[in-house]
């Protein structure tokens, strides 16, 4: 079946300084990918739709200049914390639609803890 | 407002014995719902995926429902393994793609 890769699995890093997390689909390609966060022992909170060529689109609520979408390619989409601090530490999930279904297929999620 | 109700919030069962979740939903227009397992620390797998024809659909030894009239599913777990131990998030689809998730169903399976 489809495979969504996403990495780094783990990230630690000092208040002030940025982190890029990759989302690929390894044989599939993916014009649109979706961004979560979860906190936990709570659901998937989607933060922004990741489109191929063109701009994200944002939640109401999440910042653009916090969280910076790169969606380059059709395989690959990037997530950048800017300037992360301590109440950025969450867990942080893509997906990838495929299928006439739009099946999603899941990142196996980035732990992000901001010291 | 389109919305995933999903009970109960957490569950303790004993390997073996089965149980069933449930999901309510108010999203409207329908396309499809999705039954995902989350293992803490990991992204959710789908189990199942069912639209608006479908009553019943397996996958193993899980057993999703849907009642589209009454807007609810239910997913039953049966002989329940201790591997069965997660989150399970029950996600509805709209015609639009858009994705409404549920908070989730925690399980405990214990010896």
């Known amino acids: 079946g489809a495979v969504v890769s996403q990495h780094p699995s783990r990230v630690i890093c000092k208040s002030g300084t940025s982190v890029k997390i990759e989302c690929r689909s390894l044989?599939?390609?993916?014009?649109?990918m979706f961004w979560y966060r979860q906190f936990p022992k709570k659901s998937l909170m989607l933060m922004a739709t990741?489109?191929?060529?063109?701009?994200?689109?944002?939640e109401q609520g999440v910042e653009k200049d916090k969280f910076l979408i790169n969606h380059a390619s059709l395989t690959l989409s990037t997530l950048t914390v800017t300037s992360a601090h301590p109440e950025d530490s969450s867990f942080y999930i893509c997906?990838?639609?495929?299928?006439?279904?739009?099946?999603?297929?899941f990142g196996s999620g980035t732990q992000l803890s901001v010291l | 407002k389109n919305q995933v109700e999903q009970s109960p919030q957490s569950l303790i069962i004993l390997e073996g014995k089965n149980c069933t979740l449930q999901?309510?939903?108010?999203?409207?227009?329908?396309?499809?719902l999705r039954w995902y397992k989350q293992d803490t620390g990991r992204g959710p797998v789908s189990l199942t995926i069912?639209?608006?024809?479908?009553n019943t659909k397996s996958n193993g030894r899980y057993t999703a429902t849907l009642d589209a009239d009454t807007k609810q599913s239910s997913l039953h777990i049966t002989a329940s393994q201790l591997s069965d131990s997660a989150s399970y998030i029950c996600?509805?689809?709209?015609?639009?793609?858009?994705?409404?998730f549920g908070d989730g169903t925690t399980l405990t399976v214990k010896p």
């Open positions: 997906s990838a639609p495929q299928g006439p279904n739009e099946k999603l297929f």
């Open positions: 044989d599939f390609q993916a014009t649109t």
């Open positions: 990741s489109n191929e060529g063109s701009k994200a689109t944002y």
């Open positions: 999901c309510n939903y108010t999203v409207s227009p329908f396309s499809n």
């Open positions: 069912m639209t608006f024809s479908e």
């Open positions: 996600v509805v689809s709209g015609n639009a793609g858009k994705s409404t």
